[in-house]
């Protein structure tokens, strides 16, 4: 069987959590001013703020996503980590020090500095709302999809558990104990990472005998009976021997020269043994109520050349809305990095420009860092023997499991910590632009700093009970996949918006809302029209959707910049100047 409670796991999990409790608690003293609840008041230490970086950045789809998509189709998966690596580099060299400079506590901060505009501040606080909600989907996906085989509990109650404490941390100091949840988590994440992928090298690889062959790559169906009972195999769901558990996969079946086994190998040698061998990638064929998975033996080389991913087969395919779709999600990866509300309200934790510059530095290289070890962790897991073959989300956990219990409860631990520090992010940044920007505007009341920490911590706990309700309806979806909703949204929305504020003097207020909302809608009306969400949401068939391929980046983002140059030069310019300069 795949799963049973681990008490090592639990006791652990008690302790983490236990253990950022009393740090929002201890820390509480900071967040009695409306800069400390949503800023921590400039005084967080560069280094620090890097490193925080990566905790806020390297979410549920970066740990659970990325490595599962890499352990279910190869390649595929590590060209997210590319492209979420490359979309720092517009926050390093256009972002950063510009937006220190005009910012207070809010994305919309920035984008209304030079206009006082309050359409500006709905719009942009709209978009930070449906961005941080969309962003918060996946990461409460992946909170259930840990807790289920630490207590032995369904999803929806591992959701609630991990959205219950998150509100409690962002309710209890705001910023400054999320800044210190988020740092220890960058760093455990990486660390944890480095022992995973050392130990991954030095098993190296072992086939699969041939007499077990059969046997082990025998189909494995799920069967939802209509009274509700899961079948697996035939057999009722349980926890023991014979009580219709799924079977861990995940096999060599062949390596270069008919090895039995290879022994330590190492870190370059690791891909030239994969790309020798063959392996099991597995498949899922569904009819009605009956899913069944079956392996495809597969060549190592196959696995290490990109297009097995159905959202990325336009690098192979002769399809042009293939392509297309291709080329709009790598947009999306690189434009959104630098529009994600919850990384941009980072840059007001530090003291100057330099600060801000420098903990970008610090953040590229921990998150750089990490994404290369996901290659080794997610390939690892393909071949560890461990996979839940219906549910791509645990492959780096049950990775884990199988050198030990130990390292499976610490690896478990750290990615609930992942969990933790991004999901806390998201509803500090939903919250201020609750607090700070929306509930001014449409009440016409500027709040003092104690009335507006209690608008704060009313949102949070509002937003809170929003992601528990999304995380447990798009519980099947694999995480990775989601974000990249996400990034789509910010990069239509916000980017155009936030580049042009910052460097085109031509720039009008009603440029800047329009660029928003046509982004904003736009995006969204394409991902909720998609043949993907079509069928993984909606379970109606792909080819009855409209919209030609999946990712709308390529198509919006381009929209948002024409409609906020139009529509700035068909209205009167501002007096003053570009305020990033």
């Known amino acids: 069987m795949i799963y049973d409670v681990n008490y090592l796991a639990v006791t652990l999990f008690t302790l983490i959590v236990g253990l950022t409790l009393w740090l929002s608690v201890h820390l509480a003293k900071s967040a009695r001013s409306a800069a400390g609840f949503f800023a921590a008041s400039g005084g967080i230490h560069w280094f620090v703020n890097g490193v925080a970086f990566a905790g806020d950045y390297l979410s549920a789809a970066s740990f659970l996503g990325i490595c599962g998509m890499i352990a279910f189709y190869g390649y595929d998966g590590f060209l997210y980590s590319i492209g979420y690596l490359a979309g720092w580099i517009v926050a390093l060299l256009v972002i950063a020090e510009p937006l220190k400079r005009r910012g207070k506590y809010t994305f919309a901060d920035a984008l209304d500095a030079a206009f006082q505009s309050s359409a500006i501040r709905l ?291 750290v990615a609930f910590t992942t969990v933790l520090g991004t999901v806390s992010g998201l509803i500090i940044a939903a919250s201020g632009a609750v607090a700070h920007d929306l509930f001014q505007i449409v009440t016409g009341r500027v709040l003092e700093d104690q009335a507006k920490i209690r608008v704060a911590k009313v949102s949070a706990l509002i937003v809170g009970l929003l992601a528990i309700a999304l995380g447990i309806a798009f519980q099947k979806m694999n995480v990775n996949y989601l974000v990249g909703w996400a990034f789509s949204v910010a990069a239509s929305a916000n980017l155009p918006a936030l580049v042009m504020a910052l460097f085109w003097a031509r720039a009008t207020r009603q440029g800047i809302t329009a660029s928003i909302l046509v982004g904003m809608l736009t995006s969204l009306a394409w991902i909720l029209l998609s043949g993907e969400t079509y069928e993984n949401v909606y379970g109606i068939p792909a080819d009855r959707s409209v919209i030609p391929f999946s990712q709308p980046g390529i198509v919006t983002i381009p929209l948002s910049f024409v409609t906020l140059i139009v529509v700035s030069w068909m209205t009167p310019a501002r007096a003053s100047g570009v305020l990033a300069t």
Not at 234 to 252: A, F, M, N, S
Not at 376 to 391: H, P, Q, R, W
Request: net charge positive.
């Open 123 to 413: 719009s942009a606080s709209i978009s930070t709302l449906v961005v941080s909600i969309f962003y918060l989907i996946p990461q409460m996906v992946g909170a259930g999809v840990l807790v289920q085989p630490l207590f032995g509990l369904p999803h929806w109650a591992g959701v609630t558990m991990v959205g219950a404490v998150v509100v409690a941390i962002v309710m209890t100091a705001g910023m400054v104990s999320t800044t210190y949840v988020q740092f220890l988590k960058g760093g455990l994440l990486v660390f944890f990472s480095f022992i995973l992928t050392g130990l991954i090298l030095n098993r190296g690889f072992v086939a699969l005998p041939e007499a077990e062959r059969a046997t082990r790559l025998a189909d494995q169906v799920v069967e939802k009976t209509a009274d509700g009972r899961t079948l697996i195999n035939g057999l009722p769901q349980g926890r023991g021997p014979g009580q219709g558990d799924l079977r861990p996969i995940g096999e060599v079946l062949r390596l270069p020269g008919g090895q039995a086994a290879t022994g330590p190998v190492g870190p370059l040698e690791f891909f030239r043994v994969l790309q020798g061998s063959e392996v099991a990638l597995w498949r899922a064929k569904k009819e009605g109520a009956v899913t069944t998975y079956s392996a495809v033996p597969t060549s190592g080389q196959e696995v290490l050349r990109p297009g097995n991913h159905p959202s990325l087969r336009g690098i192979r395919s002769e399809k042009w809305s293939d392509r297309l779709n291709f080329v709009s999600l790598m947009l999306a990866l690189f434009c959104g990095t630098a529009a994600l509300p919850h990384i941009l309200i980072r840059y007001y934790t530090v003291k100057d420009q330099a600060s801000a510059r420098k903990s970008t530095i610090v953040g590229i290289a921990t998150i750089g860092c990490f994404y290369l070890l996901t290659l080794y962790m997610g390939l690892g897991a393909m071949v560890s023997g461990a996979l839940d073959v219906t549910d791509s989300n645990m492959a780096a956990p049950l990775l884990a499991r199988s050198f030990s219990t130990l390292l499976f409860a610490l690896i478990s631990a």
